[in-house]
């Protein structure tokens, strides 16, 4: 039995975004998220399934945030999503286009059978974002960090009938929130908005001749290795002028990006690899390392020395063939 596609939605999303060999590419308030309008908000409250019969009749045993236990007469049958609160959070409330933490248990609703435990320890589940019309919204609506739901899905063509207990484990920052770290002297310098946009202020001096990583902030989370999904915020610039380039920014519009550590040029790989969710890195990237040695000109990245600041969000880990 394969589990629905709400578990692999971010691995999805991440894969179709993949990057083919290029990376696209301080004190401000780090926990910044998309802002949602008070129209967007009662929209995600309206859009959580309503309760029903099925949903009610399942008995949860465990803790919100642990692994737990499911009973219910199977097979149940349900006609339509069916989710219903079993505990409520105390958290800040989630709104849409915020990116949470979340964690799962699931069930056969046929056979009552356990299928599988996913989100219950680091790099096992991947942050997404939430919205109105995905299916974490029907799940989830508006609610609060800290709320456990059961939602039980109908059988469809694909997929057998399945009962989730689904936790709401937190709201996921879209900058980095990892502990500050001096800076190390003739790199660049980096300055953070309010909302945690960074400003690069790239000195007057020859470029370094081998690609440099240095950490500006040390999260706390997960481990990124080789191969893994991470979701990430970027700005790039130019050695040669300080100046940002086209495809090297995901702060003009607040969204972070997602994809493998694979799919990036090597330095871009290397400033990943090693590193925890929730920091924030600086990397200079020589060209052999980027877009390749090569006479500078402002059509392309060939020959450029590269600067990067990257923000970690999230990773999915993703075990090697």
């Not at 219950?120 to 299916?135: D, L, N, R, W, Y």
């Not at 020859?206 to 915020?233: M, N």
């Not at 924030?280 to 020395?305: H, K």
């Amino acid at each position: 039995m394969r589990l629905r596609s709400i578990t692999l939605l971010s691995l999805a999303a991440a894969s179709a975004l993949l990057l083919s060999g290029c990376a696209g590419t301080g004190d401000g308030d780090a926990s910044a998220s998309p802002a949602a309008t008070d129209a967007a908000a009662v929209d995600l409250c309206d859009a959580q399934a309503a309760t029903g019969d099925a949903a009610e009749s399942v008995v949860v045993d465990g803790e919100p945030g642990q692994t737990s236990t499911l009973s219910f007469d199977a097979p149940l049958d349900v006609d339509e999503l069916e989710v219903a609160t079993v505990n409520e959070g105390d958290g800040a409330q989630v709104a849409a286009g915020d990116f949470i933490s979340y964690s799962l248990t699931a069930y056969s609703a046929e056979t009552g059978e356990l299928i599988g435990q996913y989100g219950f320890e680091e790099g096992e589940m991947f942050p997404v974002q939430i919205s109105a019309e995905t299916t974490y919204g029907q799940v989830f609506g508006c609610g609060h960090e800290g709320d456990r739901v059961v939602a039980v899905f109908p059988a469809t063509e694909d997929y057998d009938g399945e009962v989730y207990v689904l936790d709401l484990l937190s709201i996921v920052p879209t900058a980095a929130w990892g502990e500050q770290q001096d800076p190390v002297e003739g790199l660049p310098t980096v300055s953070l908005a309010e909302d945690g946009t960074p400003t690069i202020d790239v000195p007057d001096t020859d470029a370094p001749t081998e690609t440099t990583v240095t950490t500006l902030k040390k999260g706390d989370g997960y481990e990124v290795q080789s191969g893994d999904y991470v979701l990430i915020q970027y700005r790039g610039a130019r050695w040669s002028t300080g100046e940002l380039f086209d495809g090297g920014d995901t702060w003009a519009d607040g969204t972070p990006y997602s994809a493998q550590t694979t799919g990036f040029v090597p330095g871009f790989q290397q400033a990943l690899e090693g590193q925890t969710v929730g920091s924030q890195v600086l990397v200079v990237i020589t060209p052999e390392d980027g877009y390749g040695e090569g006479e500078i000109n402002e059509d392309d990245l060939v020959g450029e020395t590269l600067v990067f600041v990257i923000d970690i969000i999230g990773a999915q880990h993703v075990e090697s063939e």
